[in-house]
Each structure stands twice: as C-alpha cells, then as structure tokens.
C-alpha cells in the first residue's frame, strides 16, 4: 500500500504543479504536497480553483501507477469515491458525484479533482489533485449558486487534517484495490452505484465545440460515459461538462 510522504506549504502557485516538479525531480510514488493556499490553484482546460488561505483542503499526490495506460482515466474517477469515504468518515457526510468528478453536496459543489499527467526520467507519472471546501470562505460569492463547502451543509468547519488523514487512508486502500485483479471492473460498478448521475439522468454535455442533451447509460471501462441522445443513439462522453437537467410540465427543459 502507498505510503504517503507530505510535503507542507503555506502558499504554493499550486500543489498539482508543485507534484509534477517534485516527480520530474524522480519523487517516490505517494508523495502528497499539501497547501495552506493556493495562488494559482487549477481546474480542468485551464480554469482556476479559488483556493482561499486555511478556507480548503489543498493536495496532489504523485502516482506511478501499474495499470495499462487505457484504465489511467479511472485514477480520478478512483479519487472521486475516496474522497467520498473520507467525508462520510470524518464529517457524516453523504456526496454524490457527479461525472468526471465532481463531488457535490445538496446538488452543489463541495469538492474538485485534477488528474494530470507528467514524463519522468523513472517513466510517466500520474499526479491527482484534490480541492475541497472546507469554510464557507472557500466558495467566491459568483459561484454560490453551484458551490458550496462542508461548514455550509454541516453547520461547522471541519478540522483539516482530520479529514487529509481519512483521505489519504481511504485513497491508498482504493489505489490498492484498483492495481489488484478485476480492480477496474470493481471500480466501474463502485462508481456507477455512488453516483446519481450513473444512469437514466437527463443531462446536458458540453463539449469544446458542441453541445447536446440526452440520458445517462453507464460508463465505458475506461470511464467514459455513455449518453444516449434525442435521437436514440449512444454517444461516448471522454471529456466534457455534464449539467443535470430537469424536465418541466410543458416538456421544455430547465437545468437543475
Ligand atoms: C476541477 O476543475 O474541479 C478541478 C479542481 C481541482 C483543484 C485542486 S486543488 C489541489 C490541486 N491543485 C490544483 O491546482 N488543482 C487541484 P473543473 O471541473 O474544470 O472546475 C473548475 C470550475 O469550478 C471553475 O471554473 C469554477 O467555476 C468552479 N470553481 C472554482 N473554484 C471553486 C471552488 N473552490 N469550489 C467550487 N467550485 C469552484
């Protein structure tokens, strides 16, 4: 099982940016880089983290993972359920995700992940970065429509490292569990029952250049996920925004 080394900032451009030059610089596989803040904290297809001082939990963790590099897609998708655990565990918290990986909390989101990947002189490497919301100061105003943090649904700020411990712990047995035989397989059907937007959710997919709307039908082994469109046919979702929709009375519909 890994065991994870941390590494602790006060601020930090970014703890994911941090990990890959701590890989390229040969760290061993569970090196875990943890910051206080975050002065250019990253989301997906270059968007940002708001990542405000002692307001979230701020980690990436370098992977060297022995899996075929088709089933590196799962490594986030793995995260997603961990992190899962972590906040049942540490705070009676019950999430959903929301695909790729978005972790919410009423419908909102309490949590993001960043799975990026780097070459190395020990071959390629896998960091994962985690972003969760611990106070309430870790959501901006413009985002309270779709964000929110643990304090705001609890009614108390979470001790940080409460929460890292149970992280780390529930992240190390589920990257066991995804390396050991059938683990991919396993982790598909995980997912598929902890998440509500798994199967038959109306949803919108935004793609780079394209949109549409149809239904969720499950994921793809290397999990991707499957919608089946207005006009029946299946379309395989590899990157791209998913928004929940709800379907009004008068048949228009309104996302959620
Ligand atoms: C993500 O991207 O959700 C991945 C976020 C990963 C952040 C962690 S923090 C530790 C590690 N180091 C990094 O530099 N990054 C990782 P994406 O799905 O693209 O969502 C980004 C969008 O979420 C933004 O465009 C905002 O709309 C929204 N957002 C930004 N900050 C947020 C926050 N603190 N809470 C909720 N939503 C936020």
Redesign the pocket.
């Known amino acids: 099982m890994i065991q994870s080394t941390i590494l602790r900032f006060d601020s930090i451009d970014?703890?994911?940016l941090e990990a890959i030059r701590q890989a390229r610089a040969c760290a061993p596989e569970g090196l875990c880089v943890v910051a206080r803040e975050?002065t250019a904290?990253?989301?997906?297809?270059d968007?940002?983290?708001?990542?405000p001082k002692d307001a979230?939990l701020?980690?990436?963790i370098v992977l060297r993972p022995s899996l075929a590099k088709e089933s590196w897609p799962l490594l986030p998708l793995m995260t997603g359920l961990a992190v899962g655990n972590a906040l049942s565990k540490s705070c009676g918290l019950r999430t959903d995700i929301k695909w790729p990986n978005?972790i919410l909390a009423d419908g909102r989101?309490l949590c993001?992940?960043?799975a990026e990947t780097t070459e190395t002189n020990n071959g390629l490497a896998a960091v994962v970065?985690?972003?969760i919301?611990l106070a309430r100061e870790?959501?901006p105003p413009e985002?309270s429509d779709t964000?929110t943090s643990i304090e705001s649904v609890t009614g108390a700020k979470p001790d940080l490292e409460v929460v890292l411990a149970e992280l780390l712990k529930a992240f190390a047995e589920r990257y066991e569990n995804l390396q050991s035989k059938d683990g991919c397989e396993h982790l598909i059907r995980e997912w598929c029952a902890n998440s509500s937007y798994a199967y038959d959710r109306r949803v919108r997919v935004s793609l780079q250049s394209d949109s549409f709307t149809g239904v969720t039908r499950g994921l793809e082994s290397d999990g991707a996920l499957r919608v089946e469109t207005d006009e029946g046919r299946i379309r395989i979702v590899r990157a791209g925004d998913v928004t929940a929709l709800r379907a009004q009375n008068d048949g228009s519909i309104h996302a959620e």
């Open positions: 970014s703890t994911n975050q904290g990253r989301g997906r297809l968007r940002s983290w708001h990542s979230g701020y980690l990436s978005d989101k993001g992940i960043l970065g985690i972003g919301n870790a959501v985002l964000a």
